[in-house]
Nanobody, 117 residues
Framework: QVQLVESGGGLVQAGGSLTLSCAAS????????MGWFRQAPGKERDLVAA???????TYTDSVKGRFTISRDKAKNTVYLQMNSLKPEDTAVYYC???????????WGQGTRVTVSS
């Protein structure tokens, strides 16, 4: 059974930092593209950052310079380092993995991040 399990969410003050982790099990994701998405209340789920199987990364404009996505293939784990957090970063963050660019076949259950002002 393939699973993606996120952890590391919580409550933080504006300007603070959090690191989210996404641990994969059931198969190796070393050849998969991995992404972090977020969904704020009343809004759609949007891609925040992605890391390709090759190691290249992409970020949505609102988090560039503040968030860093990385992966440890040996641990089958993906991370999202979030710095200088803002109240508008408040959302449920989801990890996802996909074999082909732009498509994600596997999803975690999400971890909640709340940034207080």
């Amino acid at each position: 059974q393939v699973q993606l399990v996120e952890s590391g969410g919580g409550l933080v003050q504006a300007g603070g930092s959090l690191t989210l982790s996404c641990a994969a099990s059931g198969r190796t994701f070393s050849d998969y593209n991995m992404g972090w998405f977020r969904q704020a209340p009343g809004k759609e789920r949007d891609l925040v950052a992605a890391i390709m199987w090759s190691g290249s990364t992409t970020y949505t404009d609102s988090v560039k310079g503040r968030f860093t996505i990385s992966r440890d293939k040996a641990k089958n784990t993906v991370y999202l380092q979030m710095n200088s957090l803002k109240p508008e970063d408040t959302a449920v963050y989801y990890c996802a993995g996909g074999r082909w660019t732009g498509t994600y076949d596997y999803w975690g259950q999400g971890t909640r991040v709340t940034v207080s002002s």
